[in-house]
């Protein structure tokens, strides 16, 4: 089946077969090698891009289902040679050690400072009070992405300095 993708605010027309993932296809058919196959089940968060805006686990959707929407995986986060804020923030922090991850959680943060700037809540948001964006928050927003090296805290400092810039 054709589909029409923009990726990265390029727009692609590739065919695929029905039952590919948009991880699969961005990686295999446009060499976008950026965002990572980590569980292939949606359950590390590796494969983390945006779609239309908001965060999807790449490995589990269908690239099909993307089709005529904007993706934004790693490699469109940076503004050309100035990186993103919360990129700027991974690398002053040391938000990753391996980096395998690091795409995914930074696809992942660029989503969560956004469902917190329009005011979307956390299972750890208090009914009475607005959000603030602390470790809690921060760390709630983030668990859907896993690191295998144990670098929370820097992840956790990161989004936190680049909510601020």
């Known amino acids: 089946m054709e589909v029409t993708l923009t990726v990265n605010g390029v727009r692609h027309a590739i065919d ?58 790693i490699e469109g986060i940076a503004d050309r040679d100035r ?29 969560v400072l956004q469902e917190y700037s329009d005011g979307w809540p956390s299972a750890v948001t208090a009914a009475d009070e607005p959000a603030a964006l602390d470790e809690v928050e921060i760390r709630e927003r983030m668990s859907g992405n896993l690191c295998r090296c144990g670098a929370y805290a820097g992840i956790v400092a990161a989004v936190g300095r680049a909510a601020e810039a």
């Open 16 to 73: 695929v077969d029905t039952r590919m993932s948009l991880l699969d296809t961005v990686r295999e058919r446009l060499a976008l090698t950026g965002s990572k196959k980590g569980c292939d089940q949606g359950q590390c968060g590796a494969c983390t891009m945006l779609v239309d805006g908001r965060r999807v686990v790449s490995c589990l959707q269908l690239a099909i289902a993307a089709d005529g929407r904007e993706v934004t995986t």
């Open 83 to 111: 990186l993103h804020p919360v990129q700027q923030a991974f690398v002053d922090l040391d938000g990753y050690q391996c980096g395998y991850c690091t795409p995914g959680q930074i696809c992942s943060a660029v989503a």
